[in-house]
C-alpha cells in the first residue's frame, strides 16, 4: 500500500493571543543553515515510521524524547513550523488525532494536540516552553466510555473529541510516528549526537482497548528529507534497540 501522509490545516496559526505572547516574550532565533525555505508541499515534509492501514489498532502510544529544530529563515510566519509527535488517522488521512510537541519561526518548543473529524479541525498548544532533553508520554487513546478519542501528554488531557472516529472515519486507522516540517530546507528536530528519540511505541488494541507493545517489522519507515540539502545536511531515520525504536534528526 503506498504511504499517506495527512496534510497539516492550521496547525499553528490558531494560537491564542495569551499563548503568543508568552511564546514570543522570549523567541529562539531561527538558525538554520539553509536560509531560503524554498518550495512547500501540501501535505508538508515527514521522517519516522508507520503503518498505513492496521486492523488491529485504534489507538497509540510513544514517548519522545525533546530536541531543538531549526527552521528555514525567509518564511517569518508561524506556519513555518518542525515537530515531532504521535497519531491515528483515519485510512483516509482526511482525520486524525496527534500530539507531540513543535516550535515555529521565533518560538520556543511547546506542546500541541490536534484533532480532525475531516469536517472539524480542534487545535490546542501547551503554554510552558519545552527543556530540550526531557521525555514525555504522548497518547492518543480511543476511550470507550464517550465513544470518542482523547490526546493525552504525561496525565494531562489535551483534547476530547465530539465525534466517534469509528463512524467519522475510515477504517483500517494508520498509526504514525514521525516528525514534520513545512519545509525541508527546515532542520527536524534534534542531532546525530542526540536525536529526537522515539520509544515504547505500543498501539491500542482495537479487540481488547488494552495496550500493547508494537511488534518488531510492522511499521515502515519513511523519509522525505534523505536527500543532501545545500547546506550538505538531510534529515536522518535511524532504528535502534530494541524494535521498533528508532531516532530522527538532521545532520
Not at 532565533?29 to 501535505?43: I, P
Request: net charge neutral; hydrophobic share 35%.
Amino acid at each position: 500500500m503506498p504511504i499517506r501522509l495527512r496534510r497539516v490545516v492550521r496547525a499553528t496559526v490558531a494560537v491564542v493571543a495569551a499563548v503568543a505572547t508568552l511564546l514570543l516574550a522570549t523567541p529562539l532565533t531561527a538558525s538554520a543553515e539553509v536560509a531560503t525555505c524554498g518550495t512547500r508541499s501540501a501535505s508538508n515534509y515527514h521522517a519516522g515510521y508507520l503503518n498505513p492501514g492496521d486492523p488491529s489498532v485504534e489507538g497509540d502510544y510513544a514517548v519522545i524524547s525533546t530536541r531543538y529544530g531549526a527552521v528555514c529563515d525567509s518564511d517569518t510566519t508561524s506556519g513555518n513550523f518542525t515537530n515531532e509527535y504521535a497519531m491515528i488517522a483515519s485510512n483516509d488521512l482526511t482525520g486524525w488525532a496527534q500530539d507531540g510537541y513543535l516550535r515555529w519561526y521565533g518560538s520556543s518548543i511547546v506542546f500541541f494536540a490536534q484533532q480532525s473529524s475531516g469536517r472539524t479541525l480542534n487545535t490546542k498548544f501547551g503554554t510552558t516552553a519545552l527543556t530540550p532533553g526531557s521525555t514525555n508520554f504522548y497518547y492518543n487513546k480511543w476511550d470507550p466510555s464517550c465513544f470518542c478519542i482523547v490526546d493525552v501528554i504525561g496525565r494531562t488531557l489535551y483534547l476530547k473529541s465530539t465525534w466517534n472516529p469509528y463512524t467519522a472515519w475510515v477504517l483500517p486507522f494508520s498509526p504514525q510516528f514521525t516528525g514534520e516540517a513545512t519545509y525541508r530546507s527546515s532542520d527536524l528536530a534534534g542531532t546525530a549526537s542526540a536525536p529526537a528519540n522515539y520509544t515504547a511505541i505500543s498501539g491500542q488494541e482495537s479487540s481488547t482497548d488494552a495496550w500493547q507493545a508494537y511488534p518488531c517489522g510492522e511499521l515502515q519507515a519513511v523519509n522525505d528529507g534523505s536527500a543532501r540539502r545545500t547546506d550538505g545536511k538531510s534529515w536522518h531515520v535511524t532504528a535502534t534497540t530494541p524494535c521498533p525504536n528508532f531516532n530522527v534528526y538532521t545532520g
